[in-house]
């Protein structure tokens, strides 16, 4: 059986629905650059290809899934609008997405939200509805929200959709360098590897795909142990992008594609946070810089699995950090 | 006549140097690239488009220049090696551009420079030489490594082939962004925005060519309004690569051919700063934020000769800060 069936019976997703989503968002998405550094490959002994989803537009590759779900409706379902429960990114690509198809967009956000992610989503036309702040008040206001204005739920990451949207990294990244032959991105609720492993491993079944994973969420990689989606009871990182569990929709597409996790410390995210700014010269989040992490971590090079691993495309998530907090961290970091 | 032949007679470099600038160091400078941020336009009221010089190699423009004049040399006269007593980011570049064409270069350095502007000098391979931090004493040890070695000055500005070198990212911008109406680019001792003017000027006499200053360094704003050099006594910014006065050679070009100066306050290029890296994700340092500065400035919006600017190329032109030093300043900038 080809690749293109096998994924369209298994999965939510698939080459055919990401190249269909590619087609849909390409109007709406930045082509985002790829670059590299010589001195970054000194460092890692190997070619690093990094792909600046952190100059999409919203500043985070949410965009992609965002725009694909939200252009996927037809007329009589969009015109009520669109709601998510998520405060990060997701939230802030919804708004932008929802804005320009000229829709409502409702964002449930918990009262002790930052600040800056709150004033994110009222910038590109969100309608902040406010929720307490545990899981079960905001999924309850989402329905009330979805009751009261037909709006339909946009997940951000347990959709076919979304991960199809995401997926679209892998195709632009393998068109603008084919000589990848591993890819690497950050593993959260899943939606990004999912959709990045369908389309590269449909493409080239002989690429690599890796997931980076905080130590202190390490729920991807305790599943891919478990054979079985785990969640832990406790959470605790600095990658504020990263702490949620894999879906039902994503945990089939990790078990199956994504050939090894990488986990790593709170400071080896932050170091490669630094080393963004400070040598590629770009802005990127704590989420956004842990491929670059992992990629430089003992951890990496001792894998097998990525022993020949000569070009490594490196996804670049997203560089939404306020210049106070990246300062804090790296303070605590280089005094712990 | 022609204006080619206008700017051989006239100048130390034209569009016909920049040219060749241009065949000769394109094998070994990136092409950098030009972004834009739908925030940005709708905050200045015009296309901006930014020619990202910050992610040139050695981290800013100066690499072209230098690339320019250490390629230019002769075998007999390249292997003695090159010598220059600027401690920035030329420093940088010359070493850099050395070491690519495998000959030495001598960097004096006064004792009292940071100690990340040292680094960066010996992490491309340029031998240090201290002198005291008086401009005599650089003067003097540079004379005398020249005695010694036989090796070539290379002076961060007042030189043809730096000139022509940085002249090449007019042409390019040109080229990935016709339409652009409007050139805007730091000044210091002049070499960049000569190059730039010269070659925008060659190509469409009609584009508008300003230059930003710090108001605490503004001795071509003073020197434009005398109609000769104007050396001010003392020198007080934040942008530490905006510190020098313009030259014999680069003088002539600015006098004739940039139609503005725009100076902005060091609070204005913080801000920039910020700007830069909240919103396009960039890691600009005080000198390579100005001309955003400049933009978004009173100053730029009540001057006639751009009110009819609808395409702004700014040139960021370096990258090169570290992030204690970024936090410091937007610290002290908010809390003044």
């Known amino acids: 059986m080809d690749i293109e069936k096998l994924q369209n019976e298994k999965y939510a997703a698939s080459i055919s629905s990401i190249k269909e989503a590619q087609l849909r968002i390409s109007p709406h998405i930045h082509r985002t650059p790829v670059f590299s550094s010589e001195s970054l490959n000194s460092i890692a002994g190997r070619k690093l290809h990094f792909k600046g989803e952190c100059f999409q ?189 894999l879906g039902d929709l994503t945990w089939p597409i990790v078990r199956d594609l994504v050939d090894d996790i990488i986990t790593v410390e709170d400071k080896e995210i932050v170091e490669a946070m630094r080393m963004c700014y400070e040598i590629l010269k770009v802005a990127v989040e704590p989420s956004g810089a842990i491929g670059l992490a992992a990629v430089l971590s003992d951890e990496f090079r001792k894998k097998t699995v990525t022993k020949d691993s000569a070009n490594i495309g490196i996804i670049l998530s997203g560089g939404n950090v306020d210049l106070g907090v990246l300062w804090d961290s790296l303070k605590s970091s280089s005094s712990s």
Not at 61 to 88: E, M, P, W
Not at 125 to 146: C, D, H, L, N, Y
Not at 197 to 209: D, M, Q, S, Y
Request: charged residues 20%.
């Open 57 to 245: 537009k919203g500043g985070a590759f949410k965009f992609r899934g965002a725009c694909n779900a939200i252009y996927s409706l037809g007329h009589d379902q969009a015109v009520k609008g669109v709601v998510t429960h998520s405060s990060g990114n997701h939230a802030a690509a919804v708004s932008l997405a929802a804005k320009l198809r000229g829709i409502p967009a409702y964002i449930i956000i918990p009262k002790n939200a930052p600040q800056c992610k709150v004033e994110n989503v009222k910038r590109y036309g969100g309608q902040v509805i406010w929720s307490e702040p545990t899981m079960q008040s905001r999924e309850s206001v989402a329905t009330k929200v979805q009751q009261e204005t037909g709006a339909v739920l946009v997940h951000p990451f347990n959709d076919g959709r979304i991960i199809s949207g995401q997926g679209t990294i892998s195709l632009e990244l393998l068109d603008q360098v084919p000589e990848i032959d591993t890819i690497i991105a950050p593993i959260s609720g899943g939606g990004l590897i999912s959709g990045v492993a369908l389309a590269a491993k449909a493409i080239n079944p002989a690429i690599k795909v890796l997931a980076a994973e905080p130590r202190g969420a390490d729920d991807a990689a305790q599943s891919k142990a478990a054979g079985e989606i785990v969640k832990p009871q406790k959470v605790d990182t600095i990658a504020d992008g990263l702490r949620a569990f």
